[in-house]
């Protein structure tokens, strides 16, 4: 049977009002709290104090000179807040910090900590805290959501968990403290803290940047005490089928765990309402028995479907579940949930294809960095949505470092996919050196984080291993825990293309690069990382961060030339600099000699990279590409390698180049056949466009010109121009290519401007590394540092809200790659704050109108208070810098002549 939608469809169902009217009346055996221990911890070093749990968990310890802390927090952070280091990440501050001692630019967690490093003790975190007298039946529940790595539990004086017990950093626990706890009385929770080993399952930081001397030891998870009845609930997960691909049913399936805290069996029921309908099963728990329960076949008619960012909305539903023993409340548990199916299969040419509500999708997505030393900064993770979306990414993917819970709720909220699973390159690849203890804490951290997030709509999937598969024993434990826990998507064994016995083929691989390629690698090669299959890791290389955030992060006698201390603010091992980038940058455009050139240059290299790295898998969709996630989205410190956005917020060249090549109706050219095609991201089809493409050479020749009509159907690539071979005829010039889409009423959706060499770069793929495919012969465009100048005008409107500018080219010659910036009073270029469009070429006569928005809650995070004190600031490459100030409600017109 199938009701309309919101109306209840079950068989232990009676109607929803009515259901909801039973359960608000249901009497509370105990009312369910969570109280986060958030404030008022002290920590001090097992080394200074050579402390005692037993004594220590009681109140009147002496805390004299110890740190005060706000949980979570790694130990090192907590010695940041607290001012004992001079800013670990500006220049090479890392390195005066005691234990910081191993060798630049090697993985830190495969290395013992250093004899004297302070980190080899125990670290404790102390908190005093009171909580309520109370009647009977009651519960308490002390709950840990994540320490690194091992640690000892202490409450009012008893040993509550030890580190035998206590050992993953990726485990959650929940210890009954009901017998230990004082009610009305003041109660002492003291936790001694061990660091990782190297042959612990720890936190890394691979090659990303350095690692803390910590290496991230301590409370790094928030810690609370939750109450309950004798019955605790956890963990509900509601699922979802579609009977066909209409989605005008869906088939829902709910899955909760309830556990028995006493020593005796309990019979109760579980009961609820899931998306409007009303549900009830009894359930009998033994002595301390842990059961999941399942509700299976509920179908609703009409159901507010969950999607995507940008093809559709992504609404959620909300379930709530509740024990009830005799009538009375034991627990309840409310989660928010979409409506949506997730699955995979591989292609006819073994590519990894997802479809989401039986819609195939092309994963366009980066990878995720969370602070080095962990701190959470809810702030600034919304800001960074805010800049996903901006460049109409529909996926992060989390190697390791599993977020949030505010970070998931975000990505439920706004529809942006996740995909997560382990990390590489430490004791969790380094299987051969596993005994039985370390398979025991794997699957156990693999049960408590799967848990957690699997009702989240945002997860797509799971990978059980990142630069390789896991042996057939790990692979099968795995797979055990996740059929166990009714993970409902993906799960890919590892995020390369290796084959397991276990899973067969993985429809991934992982092939690089990770080092600069020139633009035209992405759809000449067809063995490495090239437009085929699912990339799920790749990159254009380096990421330069502007002369703002440079002057943020390296200290004054080192911002130029480069040295050994912007070295240090690349990666490591592979990536300790970045040399090839600079090479090329040389080979190609020639040398640069001022800080000011060398970031114009290299901000259109990191545009144009994304750009086309982005385009060339858009391009391929479905035909021979399923998916591609840069490496990286984000850093974890100030970095010059590896972002769309730096580590302060600031969007520059890649995250514009990725913008424009993720436009959700686009055209762009091909590097490989001097073909156009028009690229249509959305659910819908776009009919009757016209695309117009036009050649010239670097003296503004016209060579090519020529307009088409086209019918985009929904989510497709569609060839529309062949640009002829001979019009690039003379092998040593340089081109430029202006694309140009209107829609059926005339409107300008799409524009796009490359600069193109007559031979494009061959590559040398006999010398491949796992960093990148060098060049043979590098791209020759020199030609371009000698553009003659030319004046640009420049008029600016603050409308309070938004600012609009307008670009005009009033003479007779190219002005190439402008880009505007956002600057506040002092000449300090705003993070945050982004523009639709960017980066951009004016043929003379033509004009261009960029706009940026101005949230009110941007600003005030900025610390600006005048949104009429901000200035524009111009630059290109032939164009002499010019800021226009101040910023009012009417227009204002400076040209490179006048400066400011």
């Given at each position: 049977m199938m009701l309309p939608r919101k109306a209840p469809v079950y068989s232990m169902v009676v109607s929803r009002l009515?259901?909801?009217?039973?359960?608000?009346?249901?009497?509370?055996?105990?009312?369910?709290?969570?109280?986060?221990?958030?404030?008022?911890?002290?920590?001090?070093?097992?080394?200074?104090?050579?402390?005692?749990?037993?004594?220590?968990?009681?109140?009147?310890?002496?805390?004299?000179?110890?740190?005060?802390?706000?949980?979570?927090?790694?130990?090192?952070?907590?010695?940041?807040?607290?001012?004992?280091?001079?800013?670990?990440?500006?220049?090479?501050?890392?390195?005066?910090?005691?234990?910081?001692?191993?060798?630049?630019?090697e993985n830190f967690s495969n290395i013992d900590m250093a004899a004297d490093s302070p980190y080899r003790c125990g670290w404790w975190y102390r908190k005093s805290f009171e909580v309520p007298a109370t009647g009977a039946n009651k519960t308490s529940w002390l709950h840990f959501a994540g320490i690194n790595y091992k640690a000892d539990v202490w409450l009012n004086g008893i040993k509550i968990a030890g580190s035998d017990e206590v050992q993953g950093a990726y485990r959650t626990y929940d210890f009954n403290v009901s017998k230990a706890l004082k009610p009305g009385h003041e109660n002492v929770l003291a936790v001694e803290t061990f660091a990782p080993t190297p042959t612990d399952l720890g936190i890394n930081w691979v090659d990303w940047n350095p690692c803390p001397p910590d290496k991230d030891m301590g409370l790094w998870g928030a810690v609370s005490l939750r109450t309950s009845g004798p019955v605790v609930v956890r963990s509900p997960l509601v699922t979802t089928h579609f009977p066909d691909a209409s989605l005008?049913?869906?088939?829902?399936?709910?899955?909760?765990?309830?556990?028995?805290?006493?020593?005796?069996?309990?019979?109760?029921?579980?009961?609820?309402?899931?998306?409007?309908?009303?549900?009830?099963?009894?359930?009998?728990?033994?002595?301390?028995?842990?059961?999941s329960v399942t509700f299976p076949n509920l179908t609703i008619a009409s159901p507010h479907v969950w999607w995507p960012a940008d093809v559709g909305a992504h609404p959620l539903e909300n379930a709530t579940l509740r024990f009830v023993i005799d009538g009375q409340l034991s627990d309840e548990k409310s989660i928010r949930f979409g409506i949506r199916e997730v699955v995979s299969e591989l292609t006819t040419k073994g590519a990894l294809l997802f479809k989401i509500n039986q819609r195939p999708i092309l994963i366009r997505g980066a990878g995720w960095s969370p602070d080095m030393m962990l701190r959470d900064d809810n702030e600034k993770l919304a800001a960074e949505f805010t800049l996903v979306h901006d460049m109409h990414l529909n996926t992060i993917r989390l190697e390791g470092k599993l977020e949030t819970e505010e970070f998931f709720n975000l990505a439920d909220e706004q529809g942006v996919m996740v995909m997560a699973g382990w990390c590489c390159c430490d004791h969790w690849e380094h299987w051969d050196k596993w005994d039985a203890n370390t398979l025991k804490v794997a699957t156990a951290s693999l049960d408590a984080q799967i848990m957690r997030i699997r009702s989240h709509s945002s997860l797509i999937a799971w990978f059980n291993g990142s630069d390789n598969p896991p042996p057939a024993n790990v692979e099968t434990a795995y797979l055990n825990v996740l059929k166990q826990d009714a993970w409902p998507n993906a799960i890919v064994s590892s995020a390369t293309g290796q084959k397991t016995a276990v899973t067969g083929e993985s429809g991934v691989k992982m092939t690089g690069p990770y080092d600069y390629v020139a633009p035209s690698y992405w759809l000449t090669d067809t063995r490495y990382g090239g437009a085929y299959g699912f990339n799920t890791e790749t990159s254009p290389g380096p990421a330069i961060p502007s002369l703002t955030s440079i002057a943020k992060m390296l200290p004054p006698d080192h911002r130029w030339p480069q040295d050994a201390v912007w070295n240090y603010h690349a990666g490591s091992e592979g990536f300790k600099d970045i040399r090839v980038f600079n090479d090329a940058m040389t080979a190609t455009y020639g040398s640069a000699t001022t800080p000011e050139r060398y970031n114009l240059i290299a901000q259109s290299m990191a545009f144009d990279g994304e750009r086309a790295m982005f385009e060339a898998y858009g391009r391929n969709k479905y035909t021979k590409t399923t998916g591609v996630v840069q490496w990286m989205l984000s850093n974890a410190w100030p970095s010059s390698i590896w972002h769309l956005y730096d580590y302060y917020l600031d969007a520059a060249g890649g995250f514009y180049g990725a913008r424009k090549a993720n436009e959700l109706l686009h055209i762009q050219y091909s590097y490989d056949d001097h073909s156009i095609w028009v690229v249509n991201s959305l659910y819908e089809a776009a009919p009757q466009l016209t695309a117009t493409a036009r050649v010239y050479d670097l003296g503004?020749?016209?060579?090519?010109?020529?307009?088409?009509?086209?019918?985009?159907?929904?989510?497709?690539?569609?060839?529309?121009?062949?640009?002829?071979?001979?019009?690039?005829?003379?092998?040593?010039?340089?081109?430029?290519?202006?694309?140009?889409?209107?829609?059926?009423?005339g409107k300008i959706v799409s524009t796009n401007s490359y600069w193109v060499p007559g031979k494009l770069t061959e590559f040398d793929f006999a010398k491949t590394n796992y960093t990148h495919t060098p060049a043979k012969t590098p791209e020759d465009m020199t030609a371009l540092a000698s553009l003659p100048p030319t004046n640009v005008t420049a008029t600016a409107q603050n409308t309070g809200s938004s600012i609009h500018v307008r670009l005009s080219n009033p003479s007779k010659k190219l002005a190439f790659q402008l880009s505007?910036?956002?600057?506040?009073?002092?000449g300090n270029k705003l993070p945050r704050i982004t523009w639709n469009d960017n980066y951009i070429e004016l043929l003379p006569g033509h004009a261009h109108d960029l706009t940026a928005q101005l949230p009110a809650e941007t600003l005030k995070a900025l610390g600006i208070k005048d949104a009429s004190t901000l200035k524009v600031k111009l630059e290109g490459w032939n164009v002499a810098p010019i800021t226009i100030s101040p910023l009012a409600t009417v227009n204002k017109t400076k040209d490179s002549g006048t400066g400011e």
């Open positions: 009515c259901a909801l009217a039973l359960l608000s009346a249901v009497p509370v055996l105990h009312a369910a709290t969570s109280t986060p221990l958030k404030l008022g911890w002290t920590v001090q070093s097992d080394c200074k104090i050579h402390g005692d749990g037993a004594s220590l968990s009681l109140p009147g310890a002496d805390t004299k000179g110890w740190y005060t802390a706000t949980i979570p927090s790694t130990v090192l952070a907590v010695q940041v807040a607290a001012g004992e280091f001079k800013e670990p990440y500006v220049g090479m501050n890392l390195r005066n910090i005691p234990g910081t001692s191993y060798p630049v630019g005008k049913s869906a088939e829902l399936t709910v899955h909760a765990q309830v556990t028995n805290a006493t020593d005796h069996a309990i019979s109760g029921k579980l009961e609820g309402t899931v998306a409007g309908i009303a549900i009830s099963q009894p359930v009998t728990l033994d002595p301390s028995q842990s059961k503004l020749k016209e060579l090519f010109t020529k307009s088409n009509t086209l019918d985009a159907a929904s989510d497709s690539s569609t060839k529309t121009i062949d640009i002829p071979q001979d019009v690039f005829a003379n092998t040593s010039g340089t081109y430029l290519v202006i694309l140009e889409l209107k829609d059926a009423k505007v910036e956002l600057e506040d009073e002092h």
